[in-house]
């Protein structure tokens, strides 16, 4: 969901939210307000629904560079474990995993 939706806003970032259950990312959550632009995304955090189980983010980058940014970096150390950034073409090999300290993790897919 979160490789079509980035190439569905393209050239504009796409964000979102991550939730689990039992460690294991099940949902994403669209946040009302969220601004999208080629340049960025902004999260209107204070619209989230207050939730336990919502673990970090996800987030395109109209370019094939998938670091994180220091606006991408603020975003993480304020907003849960994991975050993920996909870069164009917004395929299973563009992706990258981050925790909130901006260190890249890896993350199975299941």
């Known amino acids: 969901m979160i490789i079509a939706a980035s190439r569905d806003t393209h050239p504009n970032e ?3 939210m991550l939730r689990a259950d039992d460690g294991v990312i099940t949902e994403v959550i669209l946040v009302p307000g969220t601004i999208s632009s080629q340049q ?3 999260l209107r955090l204070h619209m989230m629904p ?8 996800a987030h ?5 560079n998938a670091t994180p940014s220091e606006a991408d ?3 993480f150390s304020n907003s849960g474990q994991v975050h993920l950034i996909i870069g164009y073409p917004y395929d299973m090999e563009s992706w990258k995993a981050y925790a909130r300290n901006g260190q890249e993790i890896l993350l199975d897919i299941i």
């Open 14 to 16: 796409f964000a979102c």
């Open 40 to 42: 960025s995304a902004i």
């Open 50 to 57: 207050i939730d336990l189980s919502i673990v970090g983010s």
């Open 60 to 64: 395109s980058h109209p370019t094939p």
């Open 73 to 75: 970096l603020k975003l």
